[in-house]
């Protein structure tokens, strides 16, 4: 009985109310006293049920988004780009200094090597040869390496 009332129509339901009906038995009972034991009973459990599964639901996605978060907060400080970075190590450079320069005769003979060597396989097509006057090259050099 219980169940057939859950699922009638709540203006069938409030239609049924104001009528009265027969148990199977010599009783007679009206119909508005029945409907209200039945539905404190049926409503209570019902609603009863359900909030506790919305309960459910809502701590359940609470406990899984603080989750996520903790997760996303121990891997961000686990690994950070600074960590996997390969920093160059700090050699005493004769030209590291104030006053002190690039040692031009070292970078004469490594132009040397360049011209013999590496020109064969490598260009020097972003490199202006005004750019080796006053480093490595004289004007007058630099004007003739342009030339070659």
């Known amino acids: ?8 129509h709540a ?11 027969r148990l199977p038995g010599p009783c007679k009972v009206t119909r ?6 039945l539905n404190t009973n049926t409503t209570a ?8 599964w919305r309960q459910i639901l809502y701590t359940t996605g609470a406990v899984a988004g603080v989750g996520a978060i903790g997760l996303y907060y121990a891997l961000d400080q686990s690994v950070k780009a600074s960590d996997l970075e390969l920093h160059p190590p700090a050699y005493p450079w004769s030209h ?11 970078i004469r003979r490594g132009y040397e ?5 590496c020109a ?3 260009g020097m097509k972003y490199v202006s040869y005004r750019e080796l006057v006053g ?14």
């Open 96 to 106: 590291n200094g104030f006053i002190k320069g690039f040692d031009h005769q070292s």
């Open 1 to 8: 009985m219980a169940v057939i009332l859950n699922t009638l």
């Open 11 to 21: 203006r069938t339901a409030t239609r049924l109310s104001l009528r009265t009906f």
């Open 135 to 148: 480093v490595s090259h004289t004007e007058a050099e630099a004007k003739q390496e342009a030339s070659e």
């Open 113 to 117: 090597v360049y011209k013999q060597v």
């Open 32 to 37: 508005p006293n029945a409907l209200r034991s």
């Open 45 to 52: 459990t019902g609603s009863s049920q359900s909030s506790r």
């Open 120 to 122: 064969a396989c490598h």
